[in-house]
């Protein structure tokens, strides 16, 4: 799904209309669901979060993004190396930049070509919602794609 951040350009992730999308309609379309509250880091500086929140619903983190590579030398977000065995850098490959719950300055974190990069919170781009599930739900298919959406077991 592409959206934008925030429709008015404003990048403060609370008061958002991609945070008001995924805590309305997201939110109700799995209302069977037991999802738990996760803390999200909102705004980073270097590498040590400064503002945290817990939500049910958020984006994927800068964090998810560099512990999703398999290689050491992947430590910003920006060196080629982040590539390598990353399948949260693969997606922006194939299906164009993505969106992260973090900011910086006046920007938003996006993954874009497989890196960490910045832009406006105006921009349509996708959004991968990030939520935790209690235990005793299962995932029991899907890939999580939009044409083919994870099918989670309701115990």
């Keep these: 799904m592409a959206s934008a951040w925030d429709e008015n350009g404003q990048n403060n992730f609370l008061s958002s209309t991609i945070n008001t999308y ?3 309609e997201l939110k109700t379309s799995l209302n069977n669901l037991e999802i738990k509250k996760t803390s999200f880091c909102l705004k980073y500086n270097n590498q040590t979060c400064q503002k945290s929140v817990d939500m049910k619903f958020g984006l994927l ?3 998810d993004y560099l512990n999703a590579s398999n290689n050491l030398n ?3 977000g920006l060196e080629t190396a982040c590539k390598e065995g990353n399948y949260l850098s693969n997606f922006s490959i194939e299906n164009g930049p993505e ?3 973090n900011t910086y300055n006046n920007n938003i974190y996006i993954i874009k070509d497989g ?3 910045t832009t406006n ?6 959004i991968r919602p990030v939520i935790t599930l ?3 739900e299962k995932i029991i298919g899907g890939s999580g794609t939009e044409d083919n959406p994870y099918i989670i ?3």
């Design 22 to 24: 995924l805590n309305t």
């Design 61 to 63: 983190t800068i964090k």
């Design 74 to 76: 992947c430590k910003t």
């Design 99 to 101: 969106y992260t719950i």
């Design 115 to 117: 890196l960490l990069s």
């Design 121 to 126: 919170p105006k921009e349509k781009l996708n």
């Design 134 to 136: 209690n235990s005793n």
């Design 153 to 155: 077991n309701v115990v």
